[in-house]
C-alpha cells in the first residue's frame, strides 16, 4: 500500500515556544494544543478516532488512554511514537498509514513539552562547587542501565553538543566547511524568524560575526548554531482522503514518507558520511515520485547548524561534499532562491521537546495551506520536512503538497 | 585519578571491565561469524549467534572523528576543561566512544594513531579505557 494520497493535514495549532512555562502539567498543555488544532481544521472531537502521542514527562505509562481521557476522545487507534525530534514527522506517516489500513479515519498528532525554571548551572570557573553539588554517583540515574550510560557516559557523551560536534569535525575532515558557513545556516533563519512572530527569537537580529564572535561550546559548534531548549506544543489533525472536504482548512497532502533507524550511540553509527539522512530522504522522495528539485520549502531539522547541511547534502539537494558552497551561495531565506525552515527553524523559533522536530512539519503544511503570513512562500506547491532524533539516530522524511 | 559518571556494570560486562582494571582491552567476538560487536551484548547482531566470547583487541586505532568540549557536557566534568571526547576506530575496525588524554588540543587530528591507555576513576576500584597518541606514529 502506497501512502501517497492517501490522508492530509487539515489542522493545526502550536504553542509558541517560550524559554518556561508556568504550572501548567504537560497533559493539559497538550490537551488545549489538541483543542486548538481541532477547532483549526473545524473537526469536532467526537470525528477524531486516532492518537498519536509522545512520552509524556510526569506520565510512567498509559499515555495515549490518559491522553484520550483528559481529551475525551473514543479512540479506535492510539500509539506512542518514540523517535526523539523525528517524532512528529513519524506521527504524519503513522497517521496516514493508520487511516489506509482502515484502523482510524482522522488521528490527532500531539507533541510539546513544559519547561520550568532550574537553577543555573554551573559555569567552569564554578568547577569544585559544580562537583560537590553533582557527586558521581548522581550521573548517570541508577536506573539507567543502558549501554549509553555504561560506554558513553562516562566520557562525557552526555546530551547533544557533543555527539554533533563529532560530527561536524568529521565532516569537515572528509569536505570543506568553514565555521562562516555554518554561521549563514542561522543568520538566514533568524531573518525567517524575524518575520514569524511566534518565534522564539524574532525581535533579534542575528550577524554571521555574530555567530563567530559566539562562545564555542564544543569545537567546533559555537553557542548561536546550537538550538535553545524551550516550552511549547504542537498539534496536527490527519485526515482521510474523502473527509478532507469537510474541513476548515485546504489540505496539505501527504505524498511520500521514509523512516530510517540505525543506532543509539553515535560511535555505532554505521557510517557517519552516509546515513539514516539520506535513506529516509530517499525513501520519501520515491513514493511520491518527485526529487529534490521539485520542492519549493525545505523544512530540516536543525537541532545546529551542521545537521541542516548534513541534510541537504544527503536528501540530495546538493552534491556530498558541496553543502557549505550551497548555503553560501543561496539565500535560504522565505523570498529567496531555496526557502529553508521558513519558520525560522528551531535554531530561530526554539526548540519545544518533541514539538521542535514537529515545527518542520507545521511549517511546511502552513505553507502548502497558504497561511504563512508575511513569510509565504509564493506559488508553493511541494515541500520537503525533515525529522531528526538523537544524535542522527532516527530519521523521518516527509513530502507534502498541495495536490492529490 | 578523574570524576566521572560511573558504568552500570552488568554480569555480562564484567569481563570488559576487568580487563580494563588489568590494564587491557577485551572486546567479544562471535565464535560463528567472527565479528566483533560493541558495546557487549548477549547476541551477535551480524548473525544471532549467542557463541560471544572475550578476546583482547590490539589497543591501537585512529581518531574517527573528536570534540574539544568547552562546557562541561554534565557538572562532573567542570574540572576536566577542556575535555576531548573522541570516536576512536580500532585496528580490529570496532569503533568506541572515548576520551584523548596526554595531547594538546591544538595537535588533535582526525587520523590520528592513538593507543589505549587505562584511567582510575575517583573514589571506585573501576578503570575506564581512553586513548593517548602514538608519538611518532608519522
Known amino acids: ?46 470525528q477524531v478516532d ?123 575532515h572528509e569536505y570543506d566547511l568553514s565555521d562562516a558557513q555554518r554561521a549563514k545556516v542561522a543568520v538566514d533563519q533568524r531573518r525567517n524568524a524575524n518575520a514569524n512572530p511566534a518565534a522564539i527569537f524574532h525581535d533579534q537580529s542575528l550577524t554571521i560575526d555574530d555567530v563567530l ?3 564555542v561550546i564544543c569545537e567546533p559548534l559555537r553557542m548561536l548554531e546550537i538550538v535553545m531548549p524551550a516550552a511549547g506544543a504542537a498539534a496536527l489533525v490527519v485526515t482521510a482522503a474523502d473527509r478532507v472536504v469537510d474541513a476548515a482548512q485546504r489540505p496539505a497532502w501527504l505524498l511520500g514518507a521514509g523512516e530510517a533507524v540505525t543506532h543509539s550511540s553515535l560511535a555505532q553509527a554505521p557510517d557517519l558520511g552516509d546515513t539514516g539522512i539520506g535513506v529516509a530522504a530517499r525513501a520519501a522522495f520515491s513514493a511520491a515520485g518527485v526529487g529534490p528539485k521539485d520542492v519549493g520549502l525545505a523544512s530540516l531539522y536543525d537541532c545546529y547548524t551542521i545537521m541542516v547541511l548534513l541534510t541537504l ?92 | 585519578m578523574s570524576a566521572r559518571p560511573i558504568p552500570p556494570v552488568s554480569a555480562l560486562t564484567e569481563p570488559y571491565w576487568d580487563a580494563a582494571r588489568r590494564g587491557e582491552l577485551t572486546v567479544q567476538r562471535c565464535e560463528r561469524c567472527g565479528q ?57 575496525g570496532l569503533r568506541m566512544m572515548t576520551n584523548i588524554v596526554g595531547c594538546d588540543p591544538e595537535e588533535l587530528e582526525v587520523g590520528m594513531a592513538v593507543d589505549a591507555c587505562f584511567e582510575p576513576i575517583d573514589d571506585t576500584d573501576m578503570v575506564l579505557p581512553v586513548f593517548t597518541p602514538i608519538r611518532g606514529a608519522d
Open chain 1, 213 to 215: 564572535e559566539s562562545e
Open chain 1, 313 to 404: 547534502e544527503e536528501a540530495g539537494f546538493c552534491k556530498p561534499g558541496e553543502a557549505g558552497a550551497f548555503v553560501e551561495s543561496n539565500d535560504l531565506t522565505y523570498a529567496g532562491d531555496f526557502p529553508l525552515n521558513t519558520h525560522g527553524g528551531q535554531l530561530s523559533f526554539g526548540q519545544a521537546g518533541m514539538a521542535g522536530g514537529m515545527s518542520h512539519v507545521t511549517e511546511a503544511v502552513r505553507q502548502i495551506q497558504g497561511r504563512a503570513g508575511t513569510r509565504q512562500v509564493t506559488d508553493l506547491e511541494l515541500a520537503y520536512a525533515h525529522g531528526n532524533g538523537g544524535i542522527i539516530a532516527e530519521q523521518v522524511g516527509l513530502v507534502l503538497g498541495s495536490h492529490r
Open chain 1, 50 to 172: 486516532g492518537l498519536l502521542v509522545h512520552p509524556i514527562g510526569g506520565l510512567p505509562g498509559f499515555v495515549p488512554a490518559t491522553v484520550a481521557e483528559f481529551l475525551g476522545l473514543r479512540s479506535r487507534f492510539a500509539e506512542i511514537v518514540d523517535l526523539g525530534g523525528a517524532t512528529g514527522a513519524g506521527m504524519v506517516w503513522r497517521a496516514a498509514a493508520a487511516i489506509g489500513a482502515g484502523m482510524c479515519t482522522t488521528c490527532l498528532c500531539l507533541t510539546g513539552t513544559r519547561r520550568r525554571r532550574r537553577r543555573a548551572s554551573a559555569a567552569a570557573s564554578d568547577g569544585e562547587r559544580a562537583v560537590a553539588m553533582h557527586p558521581p554517583r548522581s550521573m548517570p540515574p541508577k536506573r539507567d542501565r543502558s549501554a549509553q550510560a555504561e560506554f558513553d557516559a562516562p566520557y562525557g557523551m552526555i546530551g547533544a553538543n557533543v555527539g554533533y560536534a563529532l560530527l561536524a569535525t568529521r565532516y569537515a
Open chain 1, 1 to 46: 500500500m502506497s501512502l501517497r494520497g492517501v490522508a492530509a493535514v487539515v489542522g493545526v495549532a502550536e504553542r509558541a515556544p517560550q524559554r518556561y512555562t508556568a504550572d501548567e502539567t504537560n497533559l493539559d498543555l497538550l490537551s488545549g494544543v489538541a483543542i486548538d488544532a481541532m477547532a483549526d481544521a473545524g473537526i469536532d472531537r467526537t
Open chain 2, 36 to 92: 566483533r560487536p560493541f558495546p557487549p551484548r548477549a547476541h551477535c547482531p551480524g548473525c544471532g549467534a549467542s557463541s560471544l566470547s572475550w578476546t583482547p583487541v590490539s589497543g591501537r586505532g585512529t581518531v574517527h572523528s573528536y570534540t574539544v568540549a568547552y562546557r562541561a557536557p554534565h557538572p562532573i566534568f567542570a574540572l576536566q576543561l577542556p575535555l576531548v571526547v573522541a570516536i576512536v576506530e580500532l585496528e580490529e
